[in-house]
């Protein structure tokens, strides 16, 4: 069975004019919720927003939008993938993530990230101290869900004795998830048993970080299996292949032109190192691009699932929040939803 979740960027309008439009703005939430309240009855395992500052998309702060949609939404895993560690206080952080938990009622899956390195510069921060605050945020975050009192002793915080509430509702945790883009971080994962989900690149490096992520669990006495791992890809479907292929072909150019300014973004293709160095980056694969029939797309994530055996599947389902975008989810939860259900990666 590989699980379908749509990853939700919430793309804000690119004519300047309409992205300070209030009532624009209103709209474009009010679209997504609709979309994501219709997930729920298509059979769609759960969303998954992104955190963004500072760019093309209405996402800053997703946890609001989650707790919005709990309200909304009965089955429905919720969460982020991920929320960008290094702009929040940590004890900030495991509170918030306690009471989503509660307030979805135990749906809540959370999801950790770096940040993309523009973003983080923007927000006053360098690469190197993000970086640091991001790890050590993460053994902060770990301590603080598995007691109700610890200490923590580290470059940036100093707490004696402190103690969290609330507790989350799933116990010991909801489930953990790291957003990744190396071999090294998908080790780091794997030893702090969080699950993980990567993108953009070909499916023989994906492979390659999650084959990494399954060596260290391994060591780590942990069977690692496809409910562990998860990739992220754009969708582009229609009945008709050769206008998918053509949404396809504006996925890609919107994709360019959103992570231009990302310095991580290798051009030629080249391996994934550990962002965000001088010098490491990711490339922008084909294989990022899934688009025909519904029949077609199916196939081609069951047959990239099972290549580097991956469980769940990420789709970023189309562009904006019109009536073009909404059939594309109808089409996917009715046509291919039942055929992935089926399906076995391992």
Not at 299 to 312: K, N, P, V
Request: aromatic share 8%; with cysteine.
């Amino acid at each position: 069975m590989i699980k379908s979740w749509i990853f939700e960027f919430l793309y804000a309008p690119e004519d300047p004019e309409i992205a300070i439009d209030p009532s624009a703005i209103s709209k474009t939430f009010a679209a997504g919720f609709e979309k994501w309240e219709r997930a729920e009855a298509l059979g769609f395992e759960g969303i998954f927003f992104s955190e963004h500052h500072f760019s093309l998309s209405y996402s800053p702060s997703p946890n609001l939008m989650i707790a919005a949609l709990a309200q909304r939404t009965k089955r429905l895993r919720l969460g982020t993938m991920g929320m960008v560690l290094p702009f929040y206080q940590p004890w900030r952080i495991v509170e918030e993530i306690c009471m989503l938990d509660h307030l979805s009622g135990g749906r809540l899956e959370i999801g950790c990230a770096a940040g993309v390195p523009q973003e983080i510069s923007r927000g006053g921060l360098e690469a190197s101290e993000a970086r640091e605050r991001y790890n050590e945020m993460l053994e902060f975050v770990d301590a603080a869900l598995a007691e109700p009192v610890f200490s923590h002793h580290g470059k940036y915080w100093n707490f004696d004795n402190l103690s969290i509430m609330p507790r989350p509702l799933q116990q010991p945790s909801p489930p953990k998830w790291t957003t990744v883009v190396s071999n090294p971080s998908a080790e780091r994962s794997a030893q702090r048993n969080s699950k993980i989900c990567t993108g953009f690149e070909s499916v023989a490096r994906i492979t390659e970080i999650f084959d990494a992520y399954r060596h260290e669990a391994d060591r780590q006495d942990r069977t690692a299996g496809p409910d562990d791992l998860a990739v992220r890809r754009n969708v582009s479907i229609a009945r008709d292949e050769s206008e998918a292929h053509e949404a396809a072909s504006i996925a890609l150019a919107i994709a360019r032109r959103v992570m231009a300014a990302d310095p991580r973004v290798n051009r030629e293709n080249s391996s994934v190192l550990d962002a965000p160095k001088a010098g490491a980056g990711f490339s922008l694969h084909e294989d990022e691009f899934i688009a025909g029939t519904p029949e077609q797309v199916a196939e081609q994530i069951i047959e990239q699932s099972r290549s580097f055996g991956a469980g769940h599947f990420l789709g970023t389902i189309g562009r904006g929040l019109d009536e073009k975008r909404a059939e594309m989810i109808e089409m996917y939860g009715t046509d291919v939803i039942p055929i992935l259900k089926r399906a076995k990666v391992l």
